[in-house]
């Protein structure tokens, strides 16, 4: 079946400018997980959904970044007045949640803010 | 404080040998996962061993194996008989019970040498 799906796979956009970055999960996935890598680092918690419950933001470096998963399937990352601070790869994951966490990664967004 | 430590930042193996990647972490849950991820130059991730906490047996998958050290809060990764296409950034990750999010290492760089 479908893995993780994300777009664009490349951004490049001025500094100042918005910007929104999408993650369609593997059908039937009730967690959905947003990570953020600079170049050469590890990977950076943002945010996690699961099912209808309210998402933990604890990983959002700044009231700049926010997300939103439509109907517990979609979700999207955005970004507003981005910095040369903000460029990395943007990772998002999904997993079965319950009694399965393994995580399924897809191929990553990387943003480049010029 | 940190969750989740990797201490080699980079390592060198010879191909055929048995490495092991090291992994504390920090947690007062009683209940939690450790996973294993593998990050190649292609940047996709790579799932490759999971241990929960209550697990008896330490997790294998292959060649690869999980030396959970419940007392001491280790999970290292063991490969056996590496291989060149083993050459990959290799990342620890735990999931706690009471928030389910899924937090990463900073990783280790392994080299395998012809």
């Known amino acids: 079946g479908a893995g993780v799906s994300q777009s664009p796979s490349n951004k490049v956009t001025e500094k100042g400018k918005d910007v929104e970055l999408r993650c369609d999960p593997i059908s039937g996935h009730t967690a959905l997980y947003w990570y953020r890598q600079s170049l050469g680092q590890g990977l950076e918690f943002l945010i996690y959904f699961q099912g209808n419950s309210a998402p933990d933001k604890s990983g959002l470096p700044s009231d700049r970044f926010s997300a939103e998963r439509t109907g517990g399937s979609v979700s999207t990352l955005t970004i507003q007045r981005t910095q040369q601070e903000d460029s990395a790869v943007y990772l998002c994951?999904?997993?079965?949640?319950?009694?399965?966490?393994?995580?399924?990664f897809g191929p990553g967004t990387r943003l480049t803010v010029t | 404080a940190q969750k989740i430590t990797q201490t080699q930042p980079g390592m060198f193996v010879q191909e055929k040998e048995a490495v092991t990647l090291d992994c504390t972490y920090d947690?007062?849950?009683?209940?939690?996962?450790l996973f294993w991820y593998k990050q190649p130059s292609s940047g996709e991730m790579i799932f490759l061993i999971y241990q929960g906490s209550y697990d008896q047996q330490n997790a294998t998958e292959g060649r690869y194996s999980l030396n959970f050290q419940k007392a001491r809060k280790s999970a290292n990764l063991v490969i056996s008989a590496s291989q060149l296409g083993d050459s990959a950034m290799y990342f620890c990750a735990m999931r706690e019970h009471r928030d389910d999010k899924i937090i990463f290492g900073k990783g280790t760089r392994l080299h395998i040498l012809p």
């Open positions: 947690t007062s849950d009683p209940s939690y996962g």
């Open positions: 994951a999904s997993s079965p949640g319950q009694a399965n966490y393994e995580q399924y």
